[in-house]
């Protein structure tokens, strides 16, 4: 039985008796997504949820009109991947990490990590559940990510701002717009 505290301490019965209520429970994992709906959800998401305008316009101001369809080609196989779409430490996030920093510095210089960890969030992290997006996001994932991309030499400053040497922005930008992604 189930006494309801806040309804005037009204009785409502479970079951006849206790065995019939032990065999009537119900084992958590039938309150759990089915992770290929989760993945499949995900999927039509990033397939086809609209950009937040940020983004739209970071992908407006790129020369190449290919890069909507590459970010949405690489969050695909993150989902494909992970079964969701979040951004961690693993290879495609790189890559994810690596085209908003190219969006971003392609609008304006960045300056420190500061502030490109400020601008972040609004391209792809926090923008609302009816945008393309990841929904949340890990600070020290994407710290990880450009520290280890200054560290090799693939992030570089020039002129008191960052951006990517000739040779990672040419293969990142390949692995982009040719829909194969290896190791950027």
Same mark, same amino acid.
């Given at each position: 039985?189930?006494?309801? #505290?806040?309804?005037?301490?009204? @009785?409502? +019965? =479970? ?19 089915? !992770? ?6 995900? =999927?039509?998401?990033? *397939?086809?949820? !609209?950009?937040?305008? *940020? ?5 407006? #101001?790129? !020369?190449? +009109?290919?890069? &909507?369809?590459? @970010? ?5 196989? @993150? ?20 085209? #908003?920093? =190219? $969006? =971003?510095?392609?609008?304006? +210089?960045? *300056? ?8 972040? &969030? ?16 890990? &600070? ?8 280890? *991309?200054?560290?090799?030499?693939? $992030? ?15 293969? $990142? ?7 194969? &992604?290896?190791?950027?």
């Amino acid at each position: 039985m189930h006494v309801d #505290q806040e309804s005037d301490y009204r @009785i409502t +019965p =479970l079951a006849p008796d206790f065995e019939t209520f032990v065999r009537s429970l119900v084992h958590e994992s039938a309150y759990e997504d089915d !992770p290929e709906d989760v993945k499949n959800d995900a =999927l039509d998401h990033v *397939r086809s949820a !609209p950009f937040h305008s *940020r983004l739209q316009k970071l992908c407006d #101001q790129w !020369p190449d +009109p290919r890069m &909507p369809a590459a @970010i949405r080609r690489l969050a695909e196989a @993150i989902v494909e991947d992970k079964g969701f779409f979040a951004l961690h430490a693993d290879a495609n996030s790189h890559r994810m990490y690596a085209a #908003q920093f =190219l $969006l =971003l510095s392609h609008s304006r +210089p960045v *300056r420190s990590m500061e502030g490109f960890m400020q601008s972040y &969030p609004g391209v792809i992290a926090m923008v609302g559940s009816a945008n393309f997006g990841t929904g949340g996001w890990a &600070p020290g994932f994407v710290e990880d990510w450009f520290q280890a *991309r200054a560290s090799t030499g693939e $992030l570089v400053q020039v002129d008191g701002h960052w951006g990517f040497s000739a040779d990672f922005r040419a293969e $990142l930008l390949r692995q982009l717009t040719d829909g194969r &992604p290896e190791a950027a």
